[in-house]
């Protein structure tokens, strides 16, 4: 069955950076669209970004130009490197496959003010 892991999370201060990993398994994972969603205090959930098969990404408003998305398919992994940090970003991060209901287990982001 499909296996999504994720790492990475932890606690960061305001404008301080973290890069969040994901690494699949049980499936063909590069004919695959990969995502991260976040789930915030008081907020439903938020897809933040999407990457495409073709590495085409796709980001929320409230991430643009602080976040990035990427893959390496050789790895099976997908990645969120996450700039300037903000206490809204705060919240649990999920790796997931859109569409889908494969989802990982969540990393926990805390950012301090």
């Known amino acids: 069955q499909v296996q999504l892991v994720e790492s990475g999370g932890g606690l960061v201060q305001a404008g301080g950076s973290l890069r969040l990993s994901c690494v699949a398994s049980g499936i063909i994972f590069d004919i695959f669209a990969m995502g991260w969603s976040r789930q915030t205090p008081g907020k439903q959930r938020e897809l933040v970004a999407s990457?495409?098969?073709?590495?085409?990404?796709n980001y929320a408003n409230s991430v643009k130009g602080r976040f990035t998305i990427s893959r390496d398919n050789a790895k099976n992994a997908v990645y969120l490197q996450m700039n300037n940090l903000k206490p809204e970003d705060t919240g649990v991060y999920y790796c997931?496959?859109?569409?889908?209901?494969?989802w990982g287990q969540g990393t926990q982001v805390t950012v301090a003010s």
């Open positions: 990457i495409l098969p073709t590495s085409n990404t």
């Open positions: 997931h496959i859109p569409g889908s209901t494969d």
